[in-house]
């Protein structure tokens, strides 16, 4: 059992910057895949970033490439997404996940954490 917590969500201009943190508690954090999805209400939840247990391999959503960074520290049971370049449509709930494999789909992912809002302004 794994409980996740995300935080760092705000409000930003678009350009700007934010790091969002999933900590988690529970056991055997680093034997499982993390992964961050987004969902924007009235659309289906969307793939953002995965990486493998020990960090050394990541994916991204097009969208994400070139501008989000996924990450993770073992020690601080904690995964990272690194945000910059922010655009308006990047706005939506940001959630982490957790599971036994790097995917992109949110049905490979068994724990999920309540959803941190990342507001984008103009």
């Known amino acids: 059992q794994v409980q996740l917590v995300e935080s760092g969500g705000g409000l930003v201009q678009a350009g700007g910057s934010l790091r969002l943190s999933c900590a988690a508690s529970?056991?055997?954090?680093?034997?499982?895949?993390m992964a961050w999805f987004r969902q924007v209400p009235g659309k289906e939840r969307e793939f953002v970033a995965t990486?493998?247990?020990?960090?050394?391999?990541?994916y991204y959503a097009d969208s994400a490439k070139g501008r989000f960074t996924i990450s993770r520290d073992n020690a601080l049971n904690t995964a990272y997404l690194q945000l910059v370049s922010l655009k308006l449509e990047d706005t939506a709930v940001y959630y982490c996940?957790?599971?036994?494999?790097?995917?992109?789909?949110?049905?490979?992912?068994?724990?999920w954490g309540q959803g941190t809002q990342v507001t984008v302004s103009s």
């Open positions: 529970g056991r055997s954090f680093s034997s499982y895949t």
């Open positions: 990486i493998n247990w020990s960090g050394s391999i990541a």
């Open positions: 996940a957790a599971g036994p494999t790097t995917s992109a789909l949110d049905s490979s992912f068994r724990y």
